[in-house]
């Protein structure tokens, strides 16, 4: 059968949590029982509510009976109704007003910019200080409403919601601590400067897949925009210059920083890219989710200078110089090829013959022996091989093992090879 196109969020809560779909599990915080509601109400004789209550994608359109959510509900402290088919502003309230306990709200994916929030609505949402309102299409004028009412939020996600500018409210909202705004259109430094005028007391900003192409502000004004902002997320923005990268070192609590995909570091090496950020970032203790040791900090400090040791001087970024003071200049490092050798030169000794011969590593004792039969006419199966590593002290060493590799001796230019007929 269809679902009905519209229910309630009470109807669904008796529905998920009713005993014979929800047991009571034993425990503290695991669940509680609540005595049935007055004679005539439709509900069991109990349900079983954690205070965590998960509601998504259950075509929920209304709130249903007022005095069943506040006798249900007292004790609720997160409630997810994300994916659902809220559109009513009033009808949420009437949920969250009865929920006074209610510290997270998560109403993503409702078509809410369907209805205008007002102030007494928003009212009901006092106590909440998580709010996600990802792919609501909600409105600045509602998120503006919203912080004049919600005086302890603390942390905010307005994902997917097609941004391209953001207005500024009146007043600052003081208590935000988190933004989340990832997954919009905000191109331009003159949008997310508003976000510092915004949120003060911004602790961690969320920029990723948004389309931010420059950090266009003076040095001393990002200062006084951020000047608690300790994480920010930049993947996937539109950055491509290292002034850009630079520009961090303004925000003075800065100490997170997440720049994967941008256009900037795509010509570079994964080893450069993060040695190369880590040099530009001195007070930056963790990158793409890694934390930087202070011994990864000193080697991509030496790296930088080398990397920049021959760069005509008009191009060396100022760090550079910042580096020389506390390295000095450094040589370039000597290009070592660690590549396993791939042939050797040895000499064959055989019934006081002695043939010099080229060998390759990567073929067996048993492939060895094959080579060999030619040139000391023995058949393999009658051939008694010994290496003699020239710098060694204990003498020959028996080649026993057919199936064992060459390389595996470590046979150097100039060592020996013996060859003996096995004794009958």
């Given at each position: 059968?269809?679902?009905?196109?519209?229910?309630?969020?009470?109807?669904?809560?008796?529905?998920?949590?009713?005993?014979?779909?929800?047991?009571?599990?034993?425990?503290?915080?695991?669940?509680?029982?609540?005595?049935?509601?007055?004679?005539?109400?439709?509900?069991?004789?109990?349900?079983?509510?954690?205070?965590?209550?998960?509601?998504?994608?259950?075509?929920?359109?209304?709130?249903?009976?007022?005095?069943?959510?506040?006798?249900?509900?007292?004790?609720?402290?997160?409630?997810?109704?994300?994916?659902?088919?809220?559109?009513?502003?009033?009808?949420?309230?009437?949920?969250?007003?009865?929920?006074?306990?209610?510290?997270?709200?998560?109403?993503?994916?409702?078509?809410?910019?369907?209805?205008?929030?007002?102030?007494?609505?928003?009212?009901?949402?006092?106590?909440?200080?998580?709010?996600?309102?990802?792919?609501?299409?909600?409105?600045?004028?509602?998120?503006?409403?919203?912080?004049?009412?919600?005086?302890?939020?603390?942390?905010?996600?307005?994902?997917?919601?097609?941004?391209?500018?953001?207005?500024?409210?009146?007043?600052?909202?003081?208590?935000?601590?988190?933004?989340?705004?990832?997954?919009?259109?905000?191109?331009?430094?003159?949008?997310?400067?508003?976000?510092?005028?915004?949120?003060?007391?911004?602790?961690?900003?969320?920029?990723?897949?948004?389309?931010?192409?420059?950090?266009?502000?003076?040095?001393?004004?990002?200062?006084?925009?951020?000047?608690?902002?300790?994480?920010?997320?930049?993947?996937?923005?539109?950055?491509?210059?290292?002034?850009?990268?630079?520009?961090?070192?303004?925000?003075?609590?800065?100490?997170?920083?997440?720049?994967?995909?941008?256009?900037?570091?795509?010509?570079?090496?994964?080893?450069?890219?993060?040695?190369?950020v880590i040099a530009r970032l001195p007070s930056v203790?963790?990158?793409?989710?890694?934390?930087?040791?202070?011994?990864?900090?000193?080697?991509?400090?030496?790296?930088?200078?080398?990397?920049?040791?021959?760069?005509?001087?008009?191009?060396?970024?100022?760090?550079?110089?910042?580096?020389?003071?506390?390295?000095?200049?450094?040589?370039?490092?000597?290009?070592?090829?660690?590549?396993?050798?791939?042939?050797?030169?040895?000499?064959?000794?055989?019934?006081?013959?002695?043939?010099?011969?080229?060998?390759?590593?990567?073929?067996?004792?048993?492939?060895?022996?094959?080579?060999?039969?030619?040139?000391?006419?023995?058949?393999?199966?009658?051939?008694?091989?010994?290496?003699?590593?020239?710098?060694?002290?204990?003498?020959?060493?028996?080649?026993?093992?057919?199936?064992?590799?060459?390389?595996?001796?470590?046979?150097?230019?100039?060592?020996?090879?013996?060859?003996?007929?096995?004794?009958?």
């Amino acid at each position: 059968m269809d679902q009905p196109s519209g229910r309630s969020f009470m109807q669904v809560l008796c529905e998920k949590y009713s005993p014979e779909n929800f047991p009571y599990r034993r425990g503290p915080g695991m669940g509680v029982h609540v005595p049935a509601t007055p004679q005539g109400s439709p509900m069991k004789d109990r349900l079983n509510l954690p205070s965590v209550l998960v509601l998504n994608s259950c075509g929920i359109t209304c709130a249903g009976d007022e005095k069943e959510i506040a006798a249900f509900c007292a004790h609720v402290s997160e409630l997810d109704l994300s994916d659902n088919k809220l559109e009513d502003w009033h009808e949420v309230s009437k949920i969250v007003s009865n929920v006074p306990q209610l510290e997270f709200l998560n109403l993503s994916s409702n078509p809410l910019n369907l209805s205008v929030l007002e102030r007494t609505c928003a009212g009901s949402f006092s106590g909440v200080r998580k709010l996600v309102l990802n792919n609501s299409k909600a409105s600045w004028e509602t998120v503006h409403t919203i912080l004049q009412e919600l005086p302890d939020l603390e942390e905010l996600f307005l994902c997917l919601n097609d941004y391209e500018t953001v207005s500024c409210p009146s007043i600052c909202c003081h208590s935000l601590k988190l933004l989340h705004i990832t997954d919009n259109n905000l191109q331009d430094w003159t949008e997310i400067r508003k976000l510092g005028v915004m949120f003060p007391s911004l602790d961690t900003l969320v920029l990723a897949n948004n389309h931010l192409n420059a950090i266009e502000e003076p040095d001393d004004s990002l200062a006084r925009l951020f000047p608690n902002l300790r994480s920010i997320s930049l993947h996937k923005s539109g950055l491509q210059s290292w002034e850009d990268i630079d520009k961090l070192n303004s925000f003075p609590k800065l100490e997170e920083v997440r720049l994967l995909g941008i256009p900037l570091l795509q010509p570079y090496t994964t080893e450069e890219r993060r040695k190369l950020v880590i040099a530009r970032l001195p007070s930056v203790s963790k990158l793409n989710g890694s934390v930087v040791t202070d011994g990864e900090r000193e080697d991509s400090e030496r790296f930088f200078i080398r990397y920049y040791v021959d760069v005509p001087q008009e191009e060396v970024p100022f760090r550079y110089h910042e580096l020389i003071t506390k390295y000095g200049k450094l040589e370039p490092l000597a290009e070592v090829d660690l590549r396993p050798q791939s042939s050797a030169k040895v000499e064959v000794h055989f019934n006081d013959q002695v043939e010099e011969m080229s060998i390759r590593l990567d073929q067996t004792v048993a492939e060895l022996k094959k080579q060999l039969k030619t040139l000391v006419q023995l058949p393999t199966s009658n051939m008694l091989l010994y290496y003699l590593d020239h710098e060694a002290p204990f003498g020959p060493e028996e080649m026993k093992y057919s199936s064992r590799a060459l390389h595996s001796f470590g046979i150097r230019d100039g060592d020996k090879i013996y060859v003996e007929s096995k004794t009958k």
